[in-house]
């Protein structure tokens, strides 16, 4: 079985892509130049996935209708919902074997594990020339980020990151709108989850004295330190552990921080200073507030985001709502010169304006600018540029790494405890060496 080493991933992501080599069509020549290994229109995707049960699932279920070759889940069991329905796919426990064994089988690979194994997976599968969808966050690091875009670019492949939300209506017409001036100026955004749902902010769990016939733990641990299994753990609760997890903002923030960064451009120099409840060196908070301040950026003024979980949420007074109207579990609320927007939904379905009197006067729309994803579907969106469609929006290169990046810097402000100024383009947190450890990880052999 081959091993898992920092520099064998490296000799892996520089290998020569082993892709098809296939007809171009006149309706591809746009994506032609930037893209490798696009297959014919009219042909299925052939398809790899690693995890299959709850997103994982989600995912397989989405891309059903091409052609599932592959199917890897740790724990027989918990993933036995894919393994059945779809009995024609060769089935795995390791990922590792299932790309080597398969390698000339597979077009595109979708990474649905926890999320300390993101970054190996879709790492793997760019190294051998295969189009990748990636569950959020992206990556469990910062380094990570940065290292998957370079290998991603490298690979000229299809990417997308499984941040359903940017592919739908709600968020176009949230940066159409921000962009046209319709609530003027933005300085402010609140942004809050009714995440944790599974426990943080609690110690290490004891060992369970056995572990369950169809799980292989040591691959469930993967790159993560060594440690012995509880159920408390694993199949469901790790989103809670630094090990595995990134807790509630890696969970969520993906999806709620999409639209204000996109519509925003929040990039670049930015300084987070967050307060958090209940953390440690090995549980995620149960609760944290976490603000990130960035300077003016181009014509945009100097903003300041919110981010709230566990209980946390802004003052309810800013969204304007009518008399009654509570804030909802999950939402975004977006400040301007010239009025309020309120997004009352993770994946900003549904935006309006508030009051709700503003909302029944904005009769005349801004125009549509921004290109439609049909139906919606992220998962879609990723199949149709595998096969010469335009690029997806949230590929690694141009959006979902410098996201994922802007939401991991939350939780380096947390575990460090003190406010962070990051520079960008050095990659580090000024005058905070300390803060380096949390940027990076080492990585086991298993």
């Not at 490298?154 to 962009?179: D, F, L, P, S, Y």
């Not at 469930?220 to 609760?237: H, I, Q």
């Not at 405890?417 to 005058?431: F, T």
């Amino acid at each position: 079985m081959p091993q898992f080493t920092r520099r064998s991933f490296l000799r892996t992501a520089s290998l020569a892509t082993l892709g098809l080599t296939v007809g171009r069509s006149a309706s591809r020549a746009a994506e032609e130049s930037r893209y490798k290994n696009l297959v014919p229109a009219d042909r299925k995707l052939r398809l790899a996935c690693i995890g299959i049960n709850g997103r994982g699932y989600a995912d397989l279920s989405a891309c059903a209708g091409e052609d599932i070759v592959g199917v890897c889940d740790v724990d027989f069991a918990w993933g036995q919902r894919g393994f059945h329905e779809f009995p024609l796919a060769a089935r795995y426990r390791d990922y590792r074997q299932m790309l080597t064994e398969m390698a000339d089988q597979i077009d595109g690979v979708v990474v649905a594990t926890p999320d300390h194994t993101h970054y190996p997976a879709a790492l793997m599968a760019l190294g051998l020339g295969k189009h990748v969808y990636c569950e959020k966050p992206l990556t469990h690091t910062i380094a990570e980020a940065r290292s998957l875009k370079a290998a991603a670019a490298k690979a000229g492949v299809v990417t997308q990151m499984g941040n359903q939300g940017h592919a739908n209506e709600g968020t176009r017409q949230v940066k159409e709108w921000i962009e046209a001036g319709v609530i003027g100026a933005v300085r402010e955004v609140h942004a809050w989850t009714n995440r944790p749902v599974w426990p943080q902010g609690i110690p290490l769990p004891k060992p369970a004295p056995t572990v369950p016939d169809t799980m292989d733990w040591n691959l469930w641990l993967g790159v993560a330190p060594e440690r012995e299994y509880s159920p408390e753990l694993a199949p469901f609760n790790w989103r809670g552990w630094w090990d595995y997890g990134c807790g509630a903002l890696g969970d969520m923030a993906c999806h709620l921080l999409d639209a204000p960064f996109w519509a925003l451009n929040l990039r670049g120099p930015v300084r987070v200073t967050a307060r958090s409840e209940g953390g440690s060196a090995v549980s995620c908070p149960s609760s944290s507030v976490i603000t990130y301040e960035f300077p003016a950026r181009g014509s945009l003024p100097p903003l300041k985001l919110t981010w709230y979980d566990g209980g946390k949420k802004p003052p309810a007074k800013l969204a304007e709502l009518p008399p009654g109207e509570a804030l909802p579990k999950g939402g975004v609320i977006y400040c301007g010169d010239q009025g309020t927007m309120f997004s009352p939904t993770d994946y900003s379905e549904h935006p309006r304006l508030t009051p709700e009197s503003r909302m029944k006067e904005f009769v005349k729309r801004p125009p549509q600018t921004i290109p439609r994803v049909p139906g919606g579907s992220p998962h879609l969106e990723w199949i149709a540029a595998c096969k010469g469609g335009p690029a997806p929006g949230s590929n690694f290169v141009d959006h979902s790494v410098a996201l994922t990046e802007l939401v991991l810097l939350g939780n380096v402000a947390i575990r460090l405890g003190r406010p962070i100024d990051w520079d960008p383009v050095q990659g580090v947190c000024v005058n905070e060496p300390e803060a380096d450890r949390f940027l990076s990880k080492n990585y086991r052999l298993f």
